[in-house]
T-cell receptor, first 114, second 114 residues
C-alpha cells in the first residue's frame, strides 16, 4: 500500500535554480493537490488538478507550475527558486464525488533555497 | 471567502485527561465538510475525523469526537483519555460543497505530559 509517493524527501537549491517535485498515487483518485506548509500558517494550496487533463490555481500559485502527467502523477515545478519558497511541500490526492473523502498525503519534501 | 481559525498555538494536557482543540470557520456555502488531521513530529499528515454540514449528529472515531456547533460555526476536536502519543500538531480543515479546495487552519499543538 504505497498510497501517495513524493520525491525527493529533501532538496537544497540555490536562488535561481529550477527543480521538479514528483508525486504519484496508486489509489485511482481523480483529484490531486500540491500544498506548502510554513510555520504558523498551516497548509496553503498551491495548485490542484480536479481530474486528469485539468489544473487550477490555489491560494499561492506564483512562482510554480504544475503538470498532470496522467491519472497517477502530478508534478510541481519551480522554474527559478527563491528563498521565499523554502518550505515543506506536500502532495495529496482524494476521491471525487464523496463529501467525506479526505485528503491522502505524501510524506512531504523539505526544500531549502539559499 | 472560506476561512479556518485555530487560535490555540499550544497547550499542556495531563495524560488520561480530555483535551478540546478549538476551530472556528467561515463560509457562505450551506454545504461543506470539516476535517481534522494530525501531524506527528515525523511529519506525515493523518486524517482523523469528518463532519458534514448536514450531519445531525456529532462525528466520533474512537477517542476522537467532534463538537459541531453549526450556529456558532465551530467544530472543536475533543480527544478523550489523552496519551503521550497524542502530542502532535492538529489541523482543522474545510472543503466547501462539491468544490475541490480544502483550506487549513494554522494548527494547534497539545503537549501531553505524564
Amino acid at each position: 500500500n504505497a498510497g501517495v509517493t513524493q520525491t525527493p524527501k529533501f532538496q537544497v537549491l540555490k536562488t535561481g535554480q529550477s527543480m521538479t517535485l514528483q508525486c504519484a498515487q496508486d489509489m485511482n483518485h481523480n483529484s490531486m493537490y500540491w500544498y506548502r506548509q510554513d510555520p504558523g500558517m498551516g497548509l496553503r494550496l498551491i495548485y490542484y488538478s480536479a481530474s486528469e487533463g485539468t489544473t487550477d490555481k490555489g491560494e499561492v500559485p506564483n512562482g510554480y507550475n504544475v503538470s498532470r502527467l496522467n491519472k497517477r502523477e502530478f508534478s510541481l515545478r519551480l522554474e527559478s527558486a527563491a528563498p521565499s519558497q523554502t518550505s515543506v511541500y506536500f502532495c495529496a490526492s482524494s476521491e471525487v464525488g464523496r463529501d467525506n473523502s479526505p485528503l491522502h498525503f505524501g510524506n512531504g519534501t523539505r526544500l531549502t533555497v539559499t | 471567502a472560506q476561512k479556518i481559525t485555530q487560535t490555540q498555538p499550544g497547550m499542556f494536557v495531563q495524560e488520561k485527561e480530555a483535551v478540546t482543540l478549538d476551530c472556528t470557520y467561515d463560509t457562505s456555502d450551506p454545504s461543506y465538510g470539516l476535517f481534522w488531521y494530525k501531524q506527528p513530529s515525523s511529519g506525515e499528515m493523518i486524517f482523523l475525523i469528518y463532519q458534514g454540514s448536514y450531519d445531525q449528529q456529532n462525528a466520533t472515531e474512537g477517542r476522537y469526537s467532534l463538537n459541531f456547533q453549526k450556529a456558532r460555526k465551530s467544530a472543536n476536536l475533543v480527544i478523550s483519555a489523552s496519551q503521550l502519543g497524542d502530542s502532535a500538531m492538529y489541523f482543522c480543515a474545510m472543503r466547501e460543497g462539491r468544490g475541490f479546495k480544502t483550506i487549513f487552519g494554522a494548527g494547534t499543538r497539545p503537549f501531553v505530559k505524564a
